[in-house]
């Protein structure tokens, strides 16, 4: 995934860190937390990072993040998962990465189990296209009868998010594994 992304002279990155020690003591449930913070390349300082939210489960290094703009100046960031559903987050304002909405799921639906459905999504990317329409592919873990019998199996799927709109509802495969 594109960790930074620049323009007019900022660069914005983001990244995840371990939570507690690197054997999980003293570690966040939530997950791995990620933050941004933005070199200037005039003053060569970089801010002060800011917190984004938690990626689950925690310390996975799966569990990392996306940036992109838009044609406004934007940012918009998924913070990664490792088969969970990926969050989003846009800052406020353009080119700045000081405030952001609060982190939501893109994906509820695709992985059913008898406790009911979730999205099941690792491996992140995401860019903004032509159109200002965000556009991620990832691996998804799925259940569907018309693949495997209804087994849980792998898909490389794709979700986007018009301008001024919602991420789709439901994750589209491209591609299903021959096998589960």
């Known amino acids: 995934p594109a960790p930074s992304v620049t323009a007019d002279g900022k660069t914005h990155v983001v990244w995840g860190e371990v939570s507690g020690t690197p054997e ?27 917190l984004l ?51 939501e799921p893109i994906l509820e639906t695709g992985y059913a189990t008898d406790g009911g459905e979730r999205g099941r999504q690792t491996y992140i990317s995401l860019v903004c296209d032509e159109n200002d ?28 998010k018009p301008k001024g709109g919602e991420w789709t509802e439901e994750a589209q495969p491209l591609v299903v594994a021959v096998v589960p």
């Open 53 to 103: 939210g938690y990626a689950p489960p925690v310390n996975d290094v799966h569990n990392v993040p996306a940036i992109t703009m838009d044609s406004e100046g934007y940012l918009h960031v998924l913070l990664g998962a490792h088969g969970q559903p990926f969050q989003y987050t846009r800052s406020l304002r353009p080119n700045d990465a000081s405030e952001w909405t609060e982190p």
């Open 133 to 160: 329409t965000l556009q991620t592919a990832f691996r998804q873990w799925r259940t569907d009868p018309q693949y495997h019998g209804g087994s849980y199996y792998a898909a490389l799927s794709i979700q986007h």
């Open 24 to 50: 999980g003591e003293g570690a966040d449930e939530r997950g791995v937390p990620t933050y941004v913070a933005t070199y200037d390349h005039e003053t060569g300082e970089v801010s002060d990072r800011v």
